[in-house]
């Protein structure tokens, strides 16, 4: 593992990157230096804090920044999906749930290679994942752990729907890309729907294609984040829970199911970042 | 604007007072002054031969989608008024969900269009065989891919990034009810070619006029989208 030489590539495709992490690079150098195995052994932790630090906290400011973390996010389902229908082709051959992961997997891949084109040269590289989330998670890949995937899978859709829904007004400058944005956010909220829909079949009966308050739908709670703010039902100042019209009141539930919520860059990054090893 | 409001039908979007009584009337598009507010009433509700303007800028993409969003408003309340023959239990509660969701919307740009909201639009549903599954759940479908697309479509008109927000914080609810009845039609069919673009992973968009034109099939007051952004 050559450290210096992974900031060199990061530099290129960043030019602020190494103003951003300057006083840990030379941490990092000084640390290099000591070539002992106790060094070496912190080097994952450390080389970790640092790209959080450098990619995960400031919204980008530019159009390629923005679709780079659209991009991440995209690789992390797409590798999800292929590992998954991999894993867990066998037990679902003949299914419609098996059909119904390829074409979300193909779809994810299609994103993937399409934002890839549209970003060019300097497409990030795809991160290595880890869907345990540091063991917070049960393997997924598991033949037993079929639900485990599928309550990974909303959370990812949710998460994918809610974050794109938050670059949008960063993509005001470009309308073409803002265009594309918009048409991966219908697709994702559109393979929600479906996820969910085959979460209830297999037992999580209140699970509903949309999204009701806050609730997780019996995700584990290290999940919650994907969660929070979708509880929101004043929108504009209009509340919207109590409107009355043609004899149907809307319920609180009904109200924060109308509407779903953005996530901010960093708090979509910060749920990416979990599975990101 | 007597001349120009539309005589109730058996098929009104019909507007009850009570409807808004607990929304704020604010009008928050941000034009404040009774004098602004009765010009771009006046604006809105002008109905000549070339049929009801919608108005300009992003009050009238507003406009539009508060059209749409009162064509689906008043499908679902019309389907969930009486079921078709054989809707299950699980069929009922998700389209009168789906029917909730649907005036919660049109109510909100009701409330927040205030003055410069277009009046309520004619449905015709003649074509709709309200009793039978197929003939409902094809209709749904048709409105629900086509709000999609038609949100899609207007995001990149919009001026504010405050309404490019409202209308992706609507439009991804239309996409999970789009897939619903899609697999509630044939199951697996969520992200069909005819929406999402093969090659790419891509849903389709439709400009105003494409989405009118084919709304227009549903609705009898005529909509002029001419002074829509484009």
């Not at chain 1, 195995?37 to 390629?64: E, R």
């Not at chain 1, 297999?202 to 969660?227: E, F, H, L, M």
């Not at chain 2, 927040?112 to 909201?117: C, M, Q, T």
Request: charged fraction near 20%; glycine fraction near 8%; aromatic fraction near 8%.
């Amino acid at each position: 593992m050559n450290l210096l030489n992974i900031f060199k590539e990061l530099e290129k495709v960043d030019p602020e990157f190494n103003e951003r992490i300057s006083p840990r690079r030379a941490a990092i150098k000084n640390m290099a230096g000591f070539g002992t195995k106790v060094a070496l052994a912190a080097v994952p932790v450390a080389l970790g804090s640092l790209l959080t630090k450098a990619y995960g906290q400031t919204q980008p400011t530019d159009v390629n920044g923005i679709l780079n973390f659209a991009l991440t996010l995209e690789y992390l389902e797409a590798e999800f999906y292929t590992m998954g229908v991999s894993a867990h082709g066998t037990l679902l051959a003949g299914t419609p749930a098996i059909g119904a992961l390829t074409v979300i997997r193909d779809d994810e891949n299609k994103h993937v290679a399409f934002l890839r084109s549209a970003i060019g040269a300097t497409a990030v590289a795809k991160p290595n994942f880890d869907f345990t989330a540091g063991g917070t998670f049960p393997n997924p890949f598991l033949p037993t752990n079929y639900d485990v995937f599928l309550a990974l899978a909303q959370a990812f859709e949710d998460t994918g729907v809610r974050a794109y829904k938050g670059q949008a007004p960063n993509l005001m400058g470009n309308k073409t890309v803002l265009a594309a944005a918009l048409g991966i956010h219908s697709v994702e909220a559109r393979h929600a729907s479906h996820i969910r829909q085959m979460r209830k079949a297999r037992g999580a009966s209140t699970t509903k294609p949309w999204i009701t308050g806050n609730d997780r739908g019996g995700i584990p709670a290290a999940a919650q984040a994907v969660y929070n703010g979708e509880e929101l039902d004043t929108q504009a100042g209009a509340r919207i829970t109590g409107i009355a019209a043609d004899g149907i009141t809307i319920t609180s539930a009904a109200a924060t199911e109308s509407f779903d919520e953005p996530l901010t860059y960093a708090e979509a990054f910060s749920i990416a970042k979990l599975f990101i090893k | 604007m007597t001349k120009e409001t539309l005589k109730p039908g058996p098929e009104m979007l019909e507007e009850k007072d009570a409807g808004i009584s607990n929304l704020s009337r604010r009008n928050f598009l941000g034009y404040a002054g009774a004098s602004a507010s009765l010009l771009l009433f006046g604006a809105a509700c002008k109905k000549n031969d070339s049929g009801l303007d919608l108005g300009s800028g992003d009050i009238g993409i507003l406009n539009y989608a508060f059209a749409l969003e009162q064509l689906e408003a008043a499908f679902y309340i019309k389907v969930a008024s009486s079921f078709y023959t054989g809707a299950t239990t699980d069929e009922r509660a998700l389209l009168t969900d789906i029917r909730d969701h649907e005036v919660a919307h049109r109510e909100f740009f009701r409330a927040a269009l205030g003055g410069s909201a277009i009046p309520n639009l004619e449905a015709d549903f003649s074509s709709i065989d309200f009793t039978n599954r197929t003939s409902v759940l094809a209709t749904a479908k048709a409105f629900e891919d086509l709000g999609v697309s038609a949100y899609n479509g207007a995001g990149p008109l919009l001026q504010s990034a405050t309404y490019l927000t409202l209308a992706g914080k609507i439009v991804s609810v239309e996409a999970r009810h789009a897939a619903l009845i899609r697999d509630l039609i044939s199951n697996g069919s969520f992200v069909g070619t005819d929406v999402v673009n093969p090659a790419n992973g891509i849903e389709y968009a439709r400009t105003p006029n494409e989405v009118l034109a084919i709304a227009g099939t549903y609705i009898k007051t005529k909509i002029n989208a001419s002074n829509l952004p484009s």
